[in-house]
């Protein structure tokens, strides 16, 4: 299949010219911020940084880091490099804890965000042709408005379902004969049953054909887990509030790790605890410089999402570096009896047993005991209890192999856990430490 | 094969959920002729025998309950003092496992009934017919 791009010239830029691009962004967004933003002002005084120091993007690391509490601090419009009457959307990003965080975009902004969604959806293959049923949260939330004008972008019929309401989503699917969805990866899971029990058959009874997920980690296993319950290609798409939302970085249809638009983003994956760069292909933070946003600027952006840079070109012929899928927040990270675990690892052990359900939860209670609960799938029942013996056994020994501490296992009814139909709550913290 | 067919039903092991079961039965217009429990940790195995298997999985299953079958062996033992011991002397010499064993009398000193699964289904049913001793048909264990 011939590969097709949206932006050739700058999907493809060589890398060196790439290179110059981003140093030349990179200075005029720190001349802006340190004109216009008072809160960049005070930060690069106080390190007596001045826009003429940077002279190689290595200088990048001279740079302060914003963080998650200063974007809460500036609440409500503290980091404007623009006055507000030249922005034109406003979204915040889930704040689940406090105040929310502030995002503005201005005119050109949004025109960036959906040019970026557009080289995104076109590398996956998506033409006018296509069909996209949004089932993100319209509002808010980044995540369904910035895909919705990205995809309009590129000639494809919209359907702004929204998120839930299950039978009205297999209703518009049927209808429109959507070829494509977009939501997060619990929802696709929780549709999946759905269908099951509704006795549909997406690959006899639906016209679809791609499905893009996002908003959430989640694994290769749960990847494979959802094409297959549907029939389709699932493609990883990743992104933040902080950064436009989706878009950021996209799978091509190599579908091994996503480009990262670093022509819009200077891109760091530093060691989360000391703040130094990581080699090459190690696990570390990502860090992001915008390098084209005109609203609301960011210099050194801790996302707090934990990825590894892939060095190797892509043969699909883009340029721009890829990262692999997130396995793991730096905030979600737990400790359990000294040992550090991200819930992404505890999530791949049982994606990888197809004797489970797609439903789970981990328990921490009393003094740092962790108990994953996980759902058999109703087809691996045989009615044999020694067997149900046998699985949680088998679980509990490959949750050690990979976690390193052997956590209680209990198997439950198919059904028997609470779902969500937005962003899946994974963990319930009721230790009394 | 003389083997019989039992409904197997697996549930939350929490309060109500065994007359939820009972009432889907009853509702199904199926009859309960044995039933027994096993459980580990938060989900239990309810094993039951009933007069009508099939309409019995359709209701259960159209209910949302996750269902399976499983086969076992009934083997008439009299009611009498080293009876049972017969039984399980012949399976043991040939190196079978009795799982799950429950036994019950259904004619006060004449005849009782064990009933068993086993990994070695057919392996089992050669021994003890060979050592005399009779297996139940669905039919026949229905009709007791």
Known sequence: ?433 | MHTIKLLAVLEENKQGQLARLTRCLAGAKVNIRWITIATLDKVGVVKILVDRLEPALEALRREGFTVSTLEVLAVEVPDQPGALHAVTDALAREGINLENASGFVTQPRKRAVLLFETHKLSEAQRVLQKQGLRLFTQAEVLAI
């Not at chain 1, 005070?42 to 998650?68: M, Y």
């Not at chain 1, 990502?286 to 996302?303: D, I, K, S």
């Not at chain 1, 359900?357 to 087809?379: C, F, H, P």
Request: with cysteine; hydrophobic share 40%.
């Open chain 1, 1 to 433: 299949m011939k590969t097709r791009y949206w932006d050739k010239a700058a999907e493809c830029l060589r890398r060196r010219e790439l290179e110059e691009l981003q140093l030349e962004r990179l200075r005029a967004v720190v001349r802006r911020v340190e004109r216009h933003v008072p809160f960049y002002q005070r930060k690069l005084e106080a390190i007596g940084l001045r826009p003429e120091k940077i002279k190689s993007l290595q200088d990048v690391r001279h740079l302060p880091f914003t963080t998650n509490a200063d974007l809460r601090e500036a609440y409500p419009a503290g980091l404007l490099a623009v006055p507000l009457r030249k922005t034109l959307r406003l979204h915040t990003s889930s704040g689940t804890t406090g105040k929310p965080k502030a995002i503005f975009f201005s005119r050109r902004d949004l025109h960036h965000s959906a040019d970026l969604i557009a080289r995104c959806l076109v590398a996956t293959g998506a033409t006018e042709d296509d069909i996209l049923q949004n089932m993100m949260t319209y509002g808010l939330f980044t995540g369904a408005l910035v895909m919705h004008y990205g995809a309009e972008k590129i000639g494809c019929l919209v359907i702004p379902a929204g998120p839930g309401n299950s039978e009205k989503q297999l209703l518009l699917m049927q209808d429109f004969r959507s070829t494509m969805f977009h939501t997060t990866p619990s929802y696709a899971l929780y549709f999946a049953d759905f269908l099951e029990k509704k006795g549909i058959d997406p690959r006899r009874h639906l016209a679809l054909r791609r499905g893009y997920i996002g908003a959430e980690p989640y694994t290769e296993q749960t990847r494979r887990k959802i094409e297959q319950a549907f029939g389709i290609e699932v493609y990883n798409s990743y992104g933040l509030s902080e950064m436009n939302g989706p878009g950021v970085a996209f799978e091509c249809a190599a579908r091994h790790g996503m480009h990262l638009w670093e022509d819009h983003f200077l891109m760091e994956i530093i060691d989360p605890a000391t703040g130094e760069p990581v080699p090459d292909g190690q696990p570390g933070e990502l860090v992001l410089t915008t390098l084209c946003r005109e609203a609301m600027p960011l210099l050194r952006y801790r996302t707090r999402d934990i990825t590894a840079l892939i060095p190797e070109p892509c043969p699909c012929g883009r340029t721009h570096r890829r990262i692999q899928r997130i396995t793991g927040r730096a905030d979600d990270m737990l400790i359990v009896r000294g040992v550090n675990i991200y819930p992404q690892q505890i999530e791949s052990v049982l994606m990888g047993l197809p004797e489970l359900g797609r439903n789970y939860l981990i328990v921490l209670e009393g003094l740092d005991e962790m108990t994953v609960k996980v759902e058999l799938s109703a087809a691996a029942f045989d009615g044999r209890v020694e067997r149900l013996a046998e699985l949680q056994q088998l679980v509990a020994e490959r949750l050690r192999t990979e976690l390193l501490t052997r956590p209680r296992v209990e198997l439950c009814a198919p059904g028997s856990l609470p779902v969500s139909e937005g962003k899946a709550k994974r963990v319930l913290d009721k230790r009394t430490l």
